[in-house]
């Protein structure tokens, strides 16, 4: 099993910004990707960057230019760097990790999540 624990949220003005992390944990698997998710009040979970093996990143039209995903692949962690945070920001985001075994077996986990409120 991988399991995923996330930290940074919080309270923040528009303009300002905020440092996602998550730290996945587990033995006997290849981590494929990493990525963040978020869903706002009402709306679908949507992909806001996700980075894969090992260094290929996509965002979210969204937020290009403006958030950054990371990994230390040392710690097993990944890191949303979110700036010029604005109010149709605000959702729970979650860490969402793909990895697979030699054998072909693939899981998708997914973290608790953690609420960004942004401020007008």
């Known amino acids: 099993q991988v399991q995923l624990v996330e930290s940074g949220g919080g309270l923040v003005q528009a303009g300002g910004s905020l440092r996602l992390s998550c730290v996945a944990s587990g033995s006997m698997w290849r981590i494929d990707a990493m990525g963040w998710y978020r869903q706002g009040p009402g709306k679908q979970r949507e992909l806001v960057a996700i980075?894969?093996?090992?260094?290929?990143?996509t965002y979210a039209d969204s937020v290009k230019g403006r958030f950054t995903i990371s990994r230390d692949a040392a710690k097993n962690t990944v890191t949303l760097q979110m700036n010029s945070l604005r109010p149709e920001d605000t959702a729970v985001y979650y860490c969402?990790?793909?990895?697979?075994?030699?054998?072909?077996?693939?899981?998708?986990?997914w973290g608790q999540g953690t609420q960004v409120t942004v401020s007008s």
């Open positions: 980075i894969v093996t090992p260094d290929s990143t």
């Open positions: 969402n990790v793909r990895a697979s075994r030699y054998s072909g077996t693939n899981i998708n986990t």
